[in-house]
């Protein structure tokens, strides 16, 4: 299995689980109201995502929530670069970038974006063709439907199945333009496209993924699948986003994205700590 990934130039290490920060710099976020827009609240969300203990910072400029309006190509730039050029001016650290709009990849990767997250997998036009140009790393995320309807009425033959062929045919897309196969992520998409008994499916096994051989990225911070199991608003689902967060890791998962960094840290050094000793 793959230690390390090279993200446009910087290597980000993965023989441990890394911690993904997240910043939304969308004015809906469903998390921060989007009290974070202004470049230097971003910047100091940043700080202290790093400071307690992030080794990735992940800006999206488009909400993914399901029914989330779209947003135009130009607004996501202006959104976006600004606080990546910020973050890389100020942190060393890797910056990925939420998008799915190739003309918001190229910006970033030009200005040093390390890994691109795309919830499309790269299936909007020119995408495969545009981060083929450099040596970024690339979160493929599985999604059934599009954010507006992806919840209406989800349905999978075999949802392991469908998805680990979804992957394969992703990975396949990639290759054929170029991009090495040590340059993915994959993710299977909690919440997009899925039921809450699904969702825990997924999170049940998420090992069986292994099998495609690539580093795995677990999204589950705050999500509707915790807080309808547990009835939780948003702001009170930090207990169970631990546990899912848990969860994943033993089985895997290398970059676990999350909210709340510091306590997510701490979580998983105490796993660290009861797996080295085993
Ligand atoms: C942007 N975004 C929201 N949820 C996500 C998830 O679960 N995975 C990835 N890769 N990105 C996500």
Redesign the pocket.
């Known amino acids: 299995m793959q230690l390390t990934i090279n993200c446009n130039g910087q290597v980000l290490d993965i023989s441990k689980p890394q911690v993904m920060g997240?910043l939304n710099v969308t004015p809906d976020s469903f998390s921060d109201g989007g009290h974070f827009n202004s470049i230097n609240n971003a910047l100091a969300q940043a700080e202290q995502m790093i400071i307690d203990g992030a080794t990735i910072i992940?800006i999206?400029g488009e909400s993914?929530r399901p029914g989330a309006k779209d947003v135009a190509e130009h607004d996501e730039i202006e959104r976006v670069i600004p606080v990546l050029k910020a973050i890389k001016q100020h942190f060393d650290v890797v910056v990925s970038i939420?998008t799915s709009k190739a003309k918001v990849m190229r910006e970033a990767l030009e200005h040093g974006a390390g890994i691109i997250?795309d919830?499309r997998a790269l299936q909007n036009e020119n995408c495969l063709a545009t981060v083929a140009q450099f040596e970024v790393a690339i979160?493929l995320?599985h999604m059934q439907g599009l954010p507006r309807s992806m919840q209406n009425s989800p349905h999978y033959n075999n949802l392991f199945d469908d998805i680990i062929l979804f992957f394969e045919q992703r990975i396949l897309a990639c290759q054929k333009v170029g991009i090495k196969k040590e340059q993915l992520i994959i993710?299977p998409?909690?919440?997009?496209g899925k039921t809450l008994e699904q969702n825990y499916q997924l999170l049940t096994d998420m090992n069986k993924f292994m099998q495609l051989g690539l580093p795995m990225?677990?999204?589950?911070s705050r999500?509707s699948m915790i807080g309808n199991l547990l009835n939780r608003d948003v702001d009170e689902r930090l207990a169970g986003s631990l546990t899912t967060a848990i969860l994943a890791a033993q089985q895997g998962a290398k970059i676990i994205?999350v909210h709340d960094v510091k306590e997510t840290v701490d979580a998983l050094k105490v796993l660290d700590k009861v797996s080295l000793s085993r």
């Open positions: 997240i992940d999206g993914t939420d997250n919830v979160c995320m993710d998409g909690f919440g997009f990225l677990a999204g589950l999500k994205r």
